[in-house]
């Protein structure tokens, strides 16, 4: 079956665009026709980069990559500054980038770790949203779609308070700044996955225990984990006009795992 094009014409940007579920947006946002900006922590022209854009192919023509720490006031101001240079003002803003961890007592964490997952999970959010928001605003369209969690939604066994708080957050964020925004034009939604096997999680779960891993499964109800590209898709509705009357929306993409 041929590809749509829904993003033909189209320019987004997107954090952490590397790896894992970031990567699987990429490549099916280019493979719909848009031009698109990554922005990682990855070096330009380092492994991850290049896989990339091999992994593109054709499309890699439209794809753009830049060096950036997500949680940098000054490197993102830069780095979308770049990227309206690049690609014109984007249409589409994809807050991908984040990171988890395995639970811990209250009373194990420090605050530079606590301070580290806020930056990951929030700030990069907050830095990205308000550097791309008056220029979506000026052109009276933009599609907003930020990453959260089912630790942020409910409860995740696997993962650690301060990710948990960071992605609850997200959501707050998402829905208050739907609500502001909506006049302009721009929706703000939010995809909260559950159990993902991107290579990290995965190589995290075969580690364990074969009856650990068999009970982790049994308790979703679809017995297995999502798929990077699952989550691709989910990411791109909302971020495509085919979701043109949604906004603050959390879509929860986790197997059945979590029902709201």
């Known amino acids: 079956m041929e590809m749509s094009r829904r993003f033909a014409g189209k320019t987004g940007i997107l954090t952490g665009g590397a790896k894992g579920i970031g990567k699987a947006t990429s490549l099916r946002f280019l493979a719909e026709g848009g031009n698109l900006v990554v922005i990682d922590k990855e070096p330009e022209d380092g492994e991850f980069a290049n896989a990339l854009r091999n992994d593109a192919g054709a499309s890699a023509n439209r794809l753009c990559f830049i060096h950036c720490e997500a949680t ?4 993102v ?10 690609i014109g003002v984007p249409h589409i803003l994809i807050n991908n980038v984040g990171f988890g961890g395995n639970p811990r007592p209250i009373e194990d964490l420090s605050l530079d770790e606590w301070r580290q997952f806020q930056d990951i999970n929030l ?9 791309i928001v008056p220029s979506m605003r000026a052109q ?10 089912i630790a942020g939604r409910s409860i995740s066994e696997i993962s650690n308070l301060h990710y948990s708080t960071a992605k609850a957050a997200v959501l707050g964020f998402t829905r208050k700044l739907a609500f502001e925004e909506a006049a302009y034009g721009i929706t703000i939604n939010a995809v909260a996955p559950g159990t993902v096997f991107t290579e990290r999680v995965e190589t995290r779960y075969r580690a364990l ?12 109800p679809m017995k297995r984990a999502a798929r990077p590209e699952e989550i691709a898709s989910a990411i791109l509705f909302l971020a495509s006009d ?3 009357y949604i906004t603050g929306a959390a879509l929860d993409v986790n197997g059945g795992r979590f029902m709201s």
């Open 242 to 244: 085919d979701a043109s």
């Open 123 to 131: 700030t990069s959010v907050f830095l990205l949203t308000r550097a």
């Open 77 to 86: 101001n830069e780095a979308v500054a770049k990227a309206n240079k690049e």
């Open 140 to 149: 009276g369209y933009g599609r907003i779609v930020n990453l959260a969690s």
């Open 209 to 220: 225990p074969e009856d650990e891993q068999k009970l982790r499964m049994e308790e979703i």
């Open 72 to 75: 940098d006031e000054h490197q």
